[in-house]
């Protein structure tokens, strides 16, 4: 079984400031829970790869992403997919960010998830997408919260070198 989730929230920023939040890779652990990402390589082109890691310290797991889809938009935003090839995490994911206005703009976070042990999964599913739809509604709001605020330009980890150039 496969099940596709979407949660988009709409933001007062340009769209290429949110464009350049969500694709900085490491900074996600800023507003994603219990998830660490990690470039493999550039990870800003067709082919690149990432890597998660969602848990709470050593209990967890990694998911691995190859980038299917990278356009940078005339509007500042982007379309991003993935193919997530690991053992917990199977399916196809998805950034879109889409300018609304001069200064306003849209994310949309979509995944289409493999659902593993057929019936038992499926019944599973419908008892977690909705705790899993409201984390990544949270991740979301935290996001436009931390670009709102101008806490997306205060980064010091991961990242914060190749940024300042």
Not at 5 to 29: G, I
Not at 135 to 152: C, E, F, P
Request: glycine residues 14%.
């Amino acid at each position: 079984m496969r099940a596709r989730l979407e949660q988009v929230v709409d933001v007062a920023a340009p769209a290429s400031v949110v464009w350049d939040y969500v694709t900085d890779w490491p900074r996600q652990s800023q507003w994603v829970p219990m998830t660490r990402v990690e470039r493999v390589d550039a990870a800003d082109a067709v082919g690149g790869r990432i890597r998660a890691w969602t848990g709470l310290g050593p209990l967890g797991f990694w998911d691995p992403m190859t980038i299917t889809r990278w356009d940078r938009t005339p509007d500042g935003g982007g379309h991003c997919e993935v193919l997530h090839r690991g053992r917990v995490v199977r399916g196809e994911g998805e950034f879109v960010v889409v300018a609304t206005g001069g200064n306003t703009s849209r994310f949309v976070w979509a995944e289409v998830i493999e659902v593993p042990l057929g019936r038992l999964g499926a019944i599973g599913w419908k008892v977690v997408s909705p705790v899993v739809g409201r984390v990544i509604g949270g991740a979301l709001r935290t996001m436009r919260d931390l670009v709102q605020s101008g806490g997306a330009h205060r980064w010091t980890g991961p990242g914060a070198a190749r940024r300042s150039g």
